[in-house]
């Protein structure tokens, strides 16, 4: 050994030790060391997947892919003519699978409010019954292409966002949004949120299907979330200036393929009532994406985060359909009046397939309005977004942060990276009562639980 | 009866979160029953609705309204409330912002921050250690591992890693190094010299460091090996590395190998090796005896000796090692035991007879128990002792006993002694209470990772027993520490504490107590 002439110092562990270097001017780098999550074995197949050329061959495909990926709106329809599995008494819902007995309050409320939508029950009486007799099909909307906020109840008739990934052939499917406080995916199922849906079957579905059929190549979902990265949203729990943007196309079909000026004026009303409008199809377009990694063998990036209010599960690209699961945490946050953290439900929805897409949580610098629900600080935001570069595969090419200097958001969030870290990867969400019926009470952050990481890793394979 | 009103701000947009967030600390507030801050869109009216708080007022607001909407138990304080805020809106972003101590999260981003890394300094826990010391040398790194708890065989195996990179493994357990003038670890500030040091001891390198200083040399670099280093099994892999980084460095001059008492066979080696380097090296491995010289090398049995030794070969000076370096001992013992014993020698026979020694520094527990061996003491102690001279419970301490209170029983769970001194001030009011004890002995280690101001946690402590018991102690730092060592010693002289310049001299002092106690 030559001893350097000007020594320069990683520092991993007590923090006392750099006052020294402080003191002498040495240049040193305080890494920020957590623990590594697994035992000895398991963290000895870590280092070997990180070190397999294949494991890095198929992740940077993997990268490539969720960077090329071009979400667009194709149509609107009902999502019984799009999902043949759909059929009569066949409801979906968020998450990995989950039975009728162990589902939370909203999916159970959002399941009863579904059948008595479709008719099959008269009430909520009946639909319990119903559900509970076995005479539903319920399936995760995950496995048919599909994904869904909160509850994620999907049946037959409900109109979904057609979204394809131009660059790799796939469709996906996300039911239309309908607004905040009592609403079906918050598990409420009052005559009002039946209404409502009612209305969306008959008026708004049939119409946002003809303006999106007006257009030439339907309509470009990543352009309109990248633009709305750049005015204060990330797109998951902030879509403001999204629904703005998208709302401004969609006028102008309105005008195009509709006479009648009140019924453009009710449609336009209820989407610009709603600052969440884009999620749903901004969810749609990130399916699309996530799912062209769905099945790449040999890779670690995950392809799927979705969580039924009682479990949360994984997929991850080179382990396939395999779901890798865990007990839903709670989120902490800010609740509405009359609300309090005891009467939040576990976390719940599809909606974290954004982070997978490399928006949402994982793009929270963009939208540093929304750290308030825990009490951070808009450099806080900033943080987020950089320990979330720390287990994610690279910089998206698209999406960029203006205020990190257009760094690009976090893109394929790596379980290889999360393990080796001890970083979690962090979640932001809407927060519904625990109780059937009631709907949202709040919204909030968390991170993912390590525990279905590491069984990932134990199951993945290379070959 | 509570009363609930809605005031309506008009054309007046906010964020919600950030509405939501005043709405929350307001309902924290007492007497305070709800409170919701919203947009007056249909939505939110209907959730002001299904929380109660809506009045005809708000139902007139429109989307770009603001409502306020507050039940609360008196008008009082709706009107405080409504006070605190325009307070929060006035205040908006005027909380601390948290700027730029940005910890890089990973490895890799830690190696970007830097222009040339070439030192890991690993102080994780134990079963995490090996596997950030062999990330850190496949990324061309020296490593020292400060932590304790790594596998032999981890050991043995990041050390030939080292080897074949042409790197450095120090440690694990290494405490101790200085390279380049950079203190890594529990390291003290000295003086740059020509002295360059290999140690299997991290309290023991610190001594020979801090004493070299304290002669008027200085030191290039001091490489520590970890403390099993010199076993059969490690075969002193680190320690022969650390030599011949010496000797192949052109501003080391003398050479000093250190350690604790080595395997037989793995010292011969590293003499054989020693002897045959073209610089003087002194060896001190403690629990040899005496001192000698043979060609190049000096054999001394003290950190003192070694540090004193150094210091003069680097000067170009004969090796002289005094039994003191301070010149009024006689006055000093005096004073201590008319202190002790009062004028007409009070003493009952059996009481004030034995030395109570309490250390942080193990390697300095060690050569006190070696010098007092050579005055004819044999202590018993918790460590580095044969078997019958083991302490049958580390609290308690029987005739004359050596403490290291570094060892594992009074560490599990809590800080070493060297930054939390508690528990040692608990032992030394207890030796206190002990007619047996004739002296308290302790050392007090300074430098970086140390507490910062050790003295003073002790001050109430030895106020209590000054008058009790004879105090002797020597503080292992320089003036350029941290804590400052005149400072530190000023402390311990006000509160009665009789110190030495180095530990050897302080073992030396003690055992000259116990004589003279036994001679009156």
Known sequence: ?463 | MGIKKNIINKDNNNDSVFLMEIAGNLEKSDGISSASLMMGTEANKDILIQANLLTEEGEKAKENDLIIAIAADSEKILKDSIQKIEHSFENAGSEKQEEGDFKPPTFEAALKTLKNPNFALISVAGEYAAREAGRALDNGLNVMIFSDNVSLEDEIKLKKKANSRDLILMGPDCGTAIIGGVPLGFANMVSVGNIGIVAASGSGLQEVTVTIDKEGAGITHAIGTGGRDLSLDVGGITMSTGITTLEEDPSTEVMVLLSKPPHPDVAKKLIQKAKKINKPVVICFLGSKGFKSEGNITFTSSLEGAGIAAAQLSKGEKISLPEFTVDNIDAMLEKDLNNLLGDNSGNNAGDNKYIRGLYAGGTLCDESIDIMKGSGISPYSNAGVPEKMKLKDSNKSFENSMVDMGEDEFTKGRPHPMIDLSLRNKRIEAEAKDDETAVILFDLVLGYGANPDPAKDMTDTLNKVKDKKILVASVCGTDSDPQNYSDQVAQLEKCGVTVLPTNAQATRYACKVIEEIKAR
Request: hydrophobic letters at 40%.
């Open chain 1, 1 to 463: 050994m030559k001893i350097p002439e000007k020594i320069e110092v990683v520092n991993i562990g007590l923090d006392r030790f750099i006052d020294a270097f402080e003191d002498t001017k040495t240049q040193y780098a305080n890494y920020d060391w957590k623990p590594p999550q697994g035992d000895p074995e398991l963290l000895a197949k870590l280092d070997r997947l990180k070190s397999s050329e294949k494991v890095k061959a198929a992740n940077r495909e993997a990268y490539e892919r969720l960077n090329n990926s071009q979400p667009v709106l194709i149509d609107v329809k009902q999502a019984k003519d799009v999902i043949p599995q759909l059929k009569e008494k066949v409801i979906f819902h968020a998450g990995p699978p989950v039975k009728w007995e162990n589902m939370c309050g909203p999916v159970k409320g959002a399941a009863m409010g579904a059948c008595i939508y479709e008719g099959w029950a008269e009430n909520i009486e009946e639909a319990k019954e119903m559900c509970a007799a076995g005479e539903i099909d319920f399936s995760p909307c995950h496995h048919h292409n599909a994904v869904g906020p909160m509850a994620g109840i999907l049946s037959p008739s409900m109109y979904v966002w057609v979204v394809k990934n131009k660059t790799y052939g796939n469709e996906a499917y996300c039911s239309l949004n309908e607004g905040l406080g009592k609403v079906l995916r918050f598990g409420a199922y009052s005559d009002e949120v039946i209404e409502r849906l009612k209305w969306m079957e008959k008026v708004l579905g049939p119409n946002l299907s003809k303006a999106v059929r007006a257009t030439e190549d339907g309509i470009n979902i990543s352009n309109i979330t990248a633009q709305a990265l750049q005015m204060g949203d990330e797109c998951h729990n902030r879509n403001v200036a999204a629904t703005g943007l998208f709302l401004k196309q969609l006028v102008k079909l309105f005008l195009e393929v509709i006479d009648d000026k009140k019924l453009i004026l009710e449609l336009v009303n209820f989407i610009s009532g709603n600052d969440h409008f884009y999620l749903n199809v901004s969810m749609a377009a990130c399916k699309t994406t996530a799912d062209s990694i769905a099945g790449l063998k040999n890779s670690t990036i995950v392809s799927v985060m979705a969580r039924n209010g009682t479990e949360i599960g994984l997929r991850i690209a080179g382990s396939g359909d395999k779901w890798f699961t865990a007990e839903a945490g709670i989120p902490k946050g800010l609740f509405f009046s009359g609300f309090t953290q005891e009467d939040a439900n576990p976390d719940l929805g599809d909606s974290t397939i954004s982070e997978i897409a490399a928006i949402g949580g994982f793009a929270m610098a963009a939208a540093p309005a929304i750290v308030k629900f825990v009490g951070g600080t808009a450099q806080d935001a900033i943080k987020y977004t950089k320990e979330m570069a720390s287990i994610t595969h690279g910089p998206n090419r698209k999406f960029q942060i203006p205020q990190l200097n257009f760094m690009g958001t976090p893109t394929g969030l790596d379980i290889l990276k999360v393990l080796d870290t001890g970083i979690a990867p962090f979640i932001n969400t809407g927060i519904a009562h625990k109780n059937p019926g009631i709907g949202q009470v709040g919204a909030g952050l968390l991170r993912a639980p390590m525990s279905c990481f590491k069984d990932a890793l134990n199951y993945m394979e290379v070959k």
